[in-house]
């Protein structure tokens, strides 16, 4: 029985920018923390392409080069098929309850993210997606979501 976080792109994004600001050395500390607990830590490649994207429009080399880094120390789970179509399913139904997470033409990465979240690990482990915002992420069936500050 494994205890997985999976990281959103807003911890994510803070943990591959420079030490030294505040949100960052907080960011960093959580994750030690996090490791120290025997937890596993766990980067979905949706959350990558989020936060990589935003770097190389800013041109922050040094924070891809930290992201590079983060996806070798910790384990990286790859979109497939089966969960981009786990995703399609998921974006309707918040659709059909009235809940959409994104507008109707926006690929809704929150969705790819709760896909990535009830496909990973195995019987028995508990997968928690580590946030900023819980609140799109809790509408998904299946997903459960915290800010990534509570997690201990």
């Not at 979905?44 to 990589?52: G, H, K, S």
């Amino acid at each position: 029985m494994a205890r997985l976080i999976l990281l959103d792109a807003s911890p994510l994004g803070l943990a591959c920018r420079r030490r030294g600001l505040p949100p960052v050395d907080r960011c960093r500390a959580w994750l030690d923390a996090l490791k120290a607990t025997g937890a596993h830590v766990v980067i979905p490649e949706i959350a990558d392409y989020e936060v990589r994207r935003e770097l190389q429009r800013m041109g922050s080399w040094g924070s891809l080069v930290r992201l590079d880094a983060l996806t070798t120390d910790f384990p990286y789970a790859e979109i497939t098929t089966s969960i981009m179509r786990m995703a399609a399913e998921l974006w309707a139904v918040v659709r059909q309850r009235g809940l959409p997470t994104a507008g109707n033409r926006a690929l809704d990465a929150d969705a790819i993210l709760a896909a990535q979240a009830t496909a990973i690990g195995s019987p028995g482990d508990t997968v928690t997606v580590a946030t900023s915002n819980v609140a799109h992420l809790a509408r998904f069936p299946g997903v459960v979501a915290r800010d990534w500050v509570t997690i201990t």
